[in-house]
């Protein structure tokens, strides 16, 4: 098993570009999430889903879009990239009941 | 939302020291989770507590969730230098809320 896997690793945009982080498990995961990982500032959730066609909103949605359409993919899509929005991006993934989540490796995404 | 605070920030002990980080509610919790990011990594799962009162064992790891579930922490016994790295305590199911997490420095 793969586990979770998150593509690109590493992202250069100019302010107003948008893109799509990609996420995708191999584990028949319900539950699938976004984090940004900023200095002091801990892991924020902001997006979040229970099931293929269900998300919701976290903590920090502002600016970003997810859709699940399948349970093995759950993209972020960022709409007109802003310097704030540079960061560690990690997606997650979980059973349904079972607790912990997997983690990909994270994307570095910079902001010009 | 609900929100998670953990303490403290940072942490240096001395090689075979004892380390413990502390998180906090003010509302009850329905579990809490802890992981583990070393550096340049992503969070890894250690454990999930759900129950007042537990206590859970890993190794030289202790796990405690309060008796009113407002409240853990996390204690590691005689450390390690394979122990450094960000501990963060977290709260949820459909999504997690993390605590601002404790850099735990180990000095040889």
């Known amino acids: 098993n793969a586990g979770v896997t998150q593509t690109p690793k590493f992202q250069v945009l100019k302010t107003g570009q948008s893109m799509t982080l990609q996420c995708a498990q191999d584990?028949?995961?319900?539950?699938m999430s976004w984090y940004r990982q900023d200095p002091g500032m801990g892991l924020r959730l902001i997006h979040y889903?229970?099931?293929?066609?269900?998300?919701d909103q976290g903590e920090v949605p502002n600016g970003y879009n997810v859709s699940r359409s399948t349970t093995e993919d759950f993209p972020l899509r960022l709409l007109s990239a802003a310097p704030s929005q540079t960061s560690v991006y990690f997606c997650?993934?979980?059973?349904?009941?079972?607790?912990?989540?997997?983690f990909g490796s994270g994307t570095r995404l910079t902001v010009v | 939302g609900q929100q998670v605070m953990q303490i403290p920030q940072y942490q240096h002990v001395q090689e075979g020291e004892d380390f413990t980080t502390y998180c906090n509610s003010s509302?009850?919790?329905?579990?809490i989770q802890w992981y583990k990011q070393r550096p340049g990594g992503h969070p890894v799962f250690l454990i999930q507590?759900?129950?007042?009162?537990e206590v859970k064992k890993q190794k030289r790891l202790t796990f405690q969730f309060g008796e009113a579930k407002k409240n853990s922490s996390l204690h590691i016994t005689a450390t390690q230098t394979t122990d450094v790295g960000t501990y963060f305590c977290?709260?949820?199911?459909?999504?997690?809320?993390f605590g601002k997490g404790t850099h735990l420095i180990i000095q040889p």
């Open positions: 507590l759900v129950k007042s009162g």
């Open positions: 997650a993934s979980s059973r349904q009941g079972s607790g912990g989540y997997t």
């Open positions: 889903s229970v099931g293929a066609g269900i998300t």
């Open positions: 509302t009850t919790l329905s579990n």
């Open positions: 977290a709260e949820g199911a459909d999504g997690l809320t």
């Open positions: 584990m028949n995961h319900e539950y």
